[in-house]
């Protein structure tokens, strides 16, 4: 390959890959010097500089111009500049003095030698360029075509060139399918620096996921008007957001589901049939645990400790298995949703173990009675 051929190279290299021909320039002029100075064992100051325009790839031996002989120190890096005149007249002390030479038998070792340091130069810059470009893609909703599956991890391309999303096995979705050539969306979990490479992370299990489906679907939520305070998410099987609005004219939870329900079906029919709850925040903890257990029907909410955030709440015995949920997920979501240790228990438990409960109550939160309870969500509104 010519000089010319070489320069060519890198232009198309700086078009395929998006990387500044002067960071492949950059790192060929240290690759060559390493190279040669490991090759031929000279200690000299050597460098090396490629001229574009002109095509060349020149190697120069460099000293340093000092004015006595006694300052000499070290004869590969400093010259007398008696010496130095007679290589440049022009030569003065302190100048930097260069001379040309052409290496000998710099062939097949020393090109290895710098084509590796190159290629760990490119593996940076693009690294740094996929840092770079999806800094501000973290927390964020995309959308992306599966490229392929490897190790139980798929492998998406997000539209950013050669930049590959990988979700692994724990942000994938349980029951979901994943086939090469699919396209669906993914929430941008992280993006990190891994050694000599950039890892993006996407996930479809993520709580996030379903914040930011809701800020697509519904315009209220995207203009401001429409708060999501929390998500707690099993995914696959079942989602619970709080929403809310300072606005008395909106109605939030309309608003999320849509006229004859089309907003919140398209999330779930993105979710693959996940079912969603839509509760209404409240800043008053008691009658926002009451909302979160939907769709039980709540009695009564009690405060148990405000400090350690403990409540229980006491409902009908016929709605207790709806309110616990399969295999607790329902009670367990709403202590998720609401941040608060949820004990659910029935009114006839409550009655037949009122005394017991007390007397744990005590022992555990330092309470005997009682601080608050909110009643029924009808009696709280009244």
């Not at 964020?140 to 599956?149: A, G, K, Q, Y």
């Not at 809701?214 to 315009?219: G, M």
């Not at 998500?231 to 309309?254: C, H, L, M, N």
């Not at 607790?328 to 017991?356: F, I």
């Amino acid at each position: 390959m010519t000089n010319k051929d070489f320069f060519a190279a890198l232009e198309d290299l700086e078009r395929e890959k998006g990387i500044s021909r002067q960071i492949f320039i950059d790192a060929l002029q240290n690759a060559l010097v390493a190279a040669y100075k490991k090759h031929t064992g000279d200690p000299s100051e050597i460098v090396v500089k490629m001229d574009e325009e002109k095509h060349t790839i020149n190697f120069y031996s460099v000293k340093t111009v000092v004015e006595t002989e006694e300052e000499v120190e070290d004869e590969e890096k400093q010259i007398w500049i008696e010496d130095a005149l007679e290589v440049s007249p022009k030569a003065k002390v302190g100048d930097v003095l260069k001379k040309e030479f052409v290496p000998k038998d710099f062939g097949r070792i020393a090109a290895q030698t710098a084509r590796q340091v190159v290629m760990q130069k490119l593996r940076e810059a693009e690294r740094d360029n996929t840092l770079s470009a999806f800094s501000d893609k973290e927390d964020e909703l995309m959308t992306c075509l599966i490229r392929r599956i490897e190790n139980k991890s798929v492998y998406v391309d997000l539209g950013q060139g050669e930049i590959e999303g990988e979700m692994l096995p724990q942000d994938q979705t349980p029951g979901e399918t994943y086939n090469v050539n699919d396209r669906l969306k993914v929430y941008v979990k992280r993006v990190r620096s891994m050694g000599r490479n950039a890892q993006v992370l996407v996930s479809r299990s993520s709580a996030g996921l379903v914040k930011r489906l809701f800020e697509n679907e519904v315009p209220e939520i995207r203009q401001g008007f429409v708060q999501v305070k929390s998500v707690a998410r099993e995914p696959g099987q079942r989602t619970k957001i709080a929403i809310y609005s300072e606005d008395s004219r909106i109605d939030p939870v309309g608003a999320c589901v849509g006229n004859k329900g089309s907003r919140v079906n398209a999330i779930v029919s993105e979710l693959g049939g996940e079912k969603i709850d839509i509760i209404l925040w409240s800043e008053n903890p008691l009658e926002f645990i009451a909302k979160a257990l939907s769709p039980a029907k709540v009695q009564k909410v009690i405060m148990l400790s405000e400090t350690q955030k403990a409540a229980r709440v006491v409902v009908s015995d016929d709605v207790l298995s709806l309110a616990i949920g399969r295999d607790g997920q329902n009670a367990r979501l709403a202590a998720r949703l609401t941040g608060w240790k949820v004990d659910v228990k029935s009114e006839s438990y409550m009655q037949e173990h009122e005394a017991e409960l007390a007397e744990k109550d005590l022992e555990k939160y330092g309470v005997d009675i009682p601080v608050e309870a909110a009643d029924s969500e009808e009696e709280i509104a009244e």
